[in-house]
């Protein structure tokens, strides 16, 4: 198994912390890629441990990447993967692209990818098979660190159960569970900005997946809905405008029933007009006045309907 190095020549970093000297609302401490569900040093693949603060994601590069970019890069050491395991274990519905799902599951039938995640100032310990070689979604177990876990996981819940902690949990980040336009919002909605694809890159601020090419699957907002999730999570206070931007779509709406209704009346009283002055009742009347002709088209209605002895002119 390849060694978890740091980066050469900077001693181990103590992070930057986060506000009020408290941890994030969620994060992974430690996780692991096994071959198998079980706590025995033949299923371990690979571990990677965490720390609050930055972590930095580095491979050397080899003699296999030719040009200067690539050997800076370092392509094809696993970080993609990584990635999209930390996403898995979280919560997202793919571990991969098709392709990759064949390939991990062809490697290893009964392979699982398990975690210990701070949460809400809990430890869950959870564990996500790589494809479904078993009706499970996963499990997870709260209050227990990983290595319990993985020695009995007999007693442990279905995944379910950390999933939607995690989403309860999420509230605290966006405390509402509306779009100004009335559309359901997520964790999941916004988890992708939390962990970018790797196919996204930094095309632009609002590019957070790349559902074709990563084949992510996960739930698109537009632009303008992105924009007011950020704008929510850097400053809650923006969130107290959801109640604002609601009523000014309402108002939009009622703006444009306004005009469809004027429009509509407007025919009515012009074929009102052109009625009256038919009438030999409405000699004398001012037709452009429409209060006065508002009132005597009602009384010469009823009238109408009560003897139809109106007389047209001429």
């Not at 970019?69 to 392509?75: A, K, N, T």
């Not at 876990?149 to 279905?158: E, G, K, T, V």
């Not at 309860?168 to 962990?195: C, E, N, Q, R």
């Amino acid at each position: 198994m390849q060694e978890q190095l740091d980066l050469i020549g900077f001693p181990e970093p103590e992070g930057f912390g986060v506000p009020n000297d408290g941890e994030p609302l969620f994060w992974i401490k430690e996780m692991r890629v096994l071959s198998k569900m079980d706590a025995s040093a033949d299923s371990l693949i690979r571990t990677v441990k965490f720390r609050t603060g930055l972590n930095v994601v580095w491979s050397p590069p080899t003699d296999n990447e030719p040009t200067a970019d690539q050997r800076l890069s370092g392509h094809a050491s696993g970080k993609t993967t990584l990635c999209r395991m930390i996403r898995y274990v979280l919560g997202e519905q793919k571990i991969g692209t098709e392709n990759f799902r064949s390939a991990i599951t062809h490697k290893y039938p009964e392979g699982v990818v398990v975690a210990e995640v701070r949460l809400d100032g809990e430890t869950w310990s959870v564990a996500r098979p790589f494809t479904a070689w078993t009706s499970a979604k996963g499990w997870a177990r709260r209050g227990v660190e990983l290595d319990a876990f993985l020695a009995d996981p007999s007693d442990a819940a279905p995944y379910e159960e950390f999933k939607t902690t995690l989403e309860a949990a999420a509230k605290k980040i966006v405390p509402f569970d509306k779009l100004p336009d009335g559309s359901p919002l997520t964790l999941w909605h916004y988890f992708p900005w939390f962990t970018r694809d790797q196919e996204a890159q930094f095309l632009k601020l609002y590019a957070w997946r790349e559902n074709t090419s990563s084949e992510a699957d996960s739930p698109m907002l537009k632009q303008e809905q992105k924009a007011f999730v950020m704008r929510s999570i850097y400053d809650p206070a923006a969130a107290d405008e959801l109640d604002l931007i609601t009523r000014y779509e309402q108002l939009g709406v009622e703006i444009e029933q306004a005009q469809k209704d004027e429009i509509k009346l407007s025919g009515a009283c012009e074929s009102d007009r052109e009625w009256l002055s038919q009438l030999d009742e409405t000699k004398g009347l001012d037709v452009d006045n429409e209060l006065m002709c508002s009132t005597r088209i009602d009384e010469l209605k009823v009238a109408s309907g009560r003897s139809g002895n109106l007389k047209m002119r001429g």
